[in-house]
């Protein structure tokens, strides 16, 4: 049976995010424990302990494995691209790698709504820069929404435990939790809820999606003018490398964020870039006006 390079993409790609999901569902039991640990006694300083020691192992050992399979999805990526661009079938070698790590788990991203490329410039260059551009269009969309989200997520909790904090300096604590809790509990705990959302899972997707939807941006950009002219295999080639770079530093955009927009997105680009009459000019008169 012949490995699909799409299918195997959106399998590795799903892999990833289940793994990121249990990662981050152990980021929330280890923000619970501490959040407890600020209130509890002696009593479940053990259980509290223990947790504090497997947690991050587990939470490492999740992220590690969800970086492989996203590796291996973008390498999948990556060959279809050329494949699809340049009219480059993949080596036997890299088809037998991907078979060898093929998941049995379902894909979580959906099929395309059309084809995966819905450019009708014949392989080549200015094909593979066309491909390309339709990519970080979607990119670039997606990247920012989740930007966005994470930001917003990350600057609402902050600003509820400030609040929170604020609150609890203009009222009596007995009134609001009981004689036996402390400031000092009420410290720890805003403590840890501030780390956690100033510098944790939030604010570093915040960062690396921002950081991604630039990288697209750039990339869209330079791949329009790449297509409307004849560029050198060479020129489109690293144009694709640095978008591929970008690509394997940022998280997998989450599967929600992705379908938000989706048929939009495809509409709007099917209409605008499908008919493909702009003419050919010289990379010397490029933009020319």
Known sequence: MKLKLGEHKRRAFSQAKYLTLLSAGIQWVLLGAALFSAFAGGLGAPYLGLIAFIGPVINFALKDRS????????????????????GRAPAEADMLDLADTETILPALDPVPLTSEFTSDLPPGPRRLAHITQEAAYYTRSRATFAARLYFALTIIGIFVTVIGLLLLIQFPLPQVAGSDTTAQNWARAAATLLVFFAAGSFAEKWRAFDSLAKAAASTFARCDTLRRTEPSEL????????????LGRAPAIPTTIYLVGRKRLHAAWTALMMPKTDPVVSSGTAGAK
């Open 235 to 246: 020129d489109v080639v690293l144009t694709v490398a640095s978008y591929d770079t970008a």
């Open 67 to 86: 970086r492989y399979h996203y590796g291996i999805g973008d390498r999948a990526r990556r060959l279809q691209v050329l494949d699809d661009g340049l």
